[in-house]
């Protein structure tokens, strides 16, 4: 599973014997794989403080979890045709994710130890918000060309009567720089290909002989040139559409065609200029992220277990990886038997308000006896 659990417990006696009794436990019925999680000693400061950042740590924790879910996605629509190889762009310090959480040690270096708890959250806190902005800077100019360069190719596509022909006649399909004659294009349905040869001369007055030729073709039709003396045009779109053939309205021009061209060959360039560095940042700006997001949650617990055990700083934090989801269920009912102890009110609410026959039911109560946090990486999957 892609799903852990983060807790902890007082670090007394009695309480390091409950892990053992819980790692026993777990360990035995195949419930999870569990490795102690280790977090710094902090300057605690005073009690008002922790409070105030348990609240703002929750919020950066949301905000964190959120990013970094966006970075994920943004990877996918970056690499499109190439998705099977996104678990590989998705690491943090250069292993996949499990493994990071797993082998989770403190940054010092980032995120120095010896400053006030305020201090290692503000520089969290602006490390994410500079990493949003720089994605949503980066990632609308990419999306922008990747929209228009999207709209070019959908007038590729579709039938005869919606794309652009512009890839598909020739300036020798065209009488050009006349001043009386004129050159159209006819969709001519594939069923009256002979119908419209043997007709398209007398459809109107003024009609050059033997001027009609197939150009491109679609399942549904064909695309035919036909050329005529400029003033019956309107008369010759008429005649064409009572005999189910429709005139398309385009006017051969070499400059605009040119142009079009060009502008698709300059989004390609600079879709392909701008794909390697952008996937290069989100990369290197993804395991910053999800880097900050296991450091956030370290500091949730440290924070409130101060908070929940009080004080001097005394807990062992425990990082649990359930084996299955099915087996869950009966993880908590072990975590919630083994330290209820630490408050046996909740406990036994959190217990008795689930009893059912035959057997016990989890309550959908949030509060745990322990110090508890979850991290979901089955969500950037």
């Known amino acids: 599973m892609s799903e852990f659990w983060l807790i902890s417990a007082p670090g007394d006696q009695e309480n390091l014997q409950a892990l053992e009794r819980m790692n026993t436990v777990t360990a035995k ?11 710094p000693d902090f300057k605690v400061g005073t009690l008002d403080s922790l409070v105030g950042l348990s609240d703002e740590l929750g919020k950066l924790d949301t905000f964190a979890e ?23 762009n998705l690491l943090a310090n250069g292993v996949d994710l499990k493994s990071f959480v797993t082998h989770f040690e403190w940054d010092m270096a980032k995120y120095p130890a010896k400053q006030p708890l305020v201090s290692v ?3 969290l806190a602006k490390q994410l918000a500079q990493i949003e902005t720089d994605l949503k800077s980066r990632t609308a100019a990419y999306n922008t060309l990747k929209t ?14 919606t794309r652009t022909l512009s890839d598909i006649v020739s ?53 035919f040139t036909v050329t005529l003396f400029r003033k019956v045009i309107e008369d010759f779109k008429t005649k064409a559409k009572e005999n189910k053939f429709t005139v398309r309205e385009f006017y051969y021009d070499e400059k605009e065609i040119k142009r079009e061209r060009e502008e698709m060959s300059r989004l390609l360039s600079d879709k392909k200029q701008q794909y390697g560095p952008l996937l290069r940042w989100l990369k290197v700006n993804f395991s910053e992220a999800f880097i900050a997001w296991i450091h956030i949650k370290a500091l949730r617990v440290f924070v409130e277990s101060v908070l929940r055990y009080g004080l001097p ?27 209820r102890h630490l408050d046996q009110v909740a406990a036994a609410s959190i217990l008795d308000a689930s009893v059912e026959i035959p057997g016990l039911q989890l309550s959908t109560q949030d509060y745990f006896p322990y110090v508890y946090f979850h991290i979901d990486l089955s969500l950037l999957d």
């Open 313 to 339: 700083v005394n807990f062992q934090a425990v990082l649990l990886q359930p084996h299955k989801k099915s087996s869950t269920k009966r993880l908590r009912e072990v975590l919630n038997s083994v330290f």
């Open 66 to 88: 959120s990013l970094i879910k966006k970075m994920a996605q943004s990877v996918v629509e970056v690499m499109e045709d190439a998705k099977g190889k996104v678990p590989e």
């Open 148 to 161: 228009n360069l999207e709209n070019l190719e959908k007038k590729s596509m579709g039938n005869l009567f």
């Open 29 to 39: 019925s195949n419930l999870s794989y569990n490795t102690k999680f280790s977090i």
């Open 121 to 123: 959250v503000d520089t």
């Open 171 to 223: 300036k020798e399909d065209f009488v050009l720089g006349s001043e009386y004659l004129v050159t159209l294009l006819v969709i001519v349905p594939k069923s009256s290909y002979a119908q419209w040869q043997k007709t398209y001369e007398s459809l109107s007055d003024m009609v050059v002989p033997r001027s009609t030729k197939l150009i491109a073709e679609d399942n549904e039709g064909g695309l």
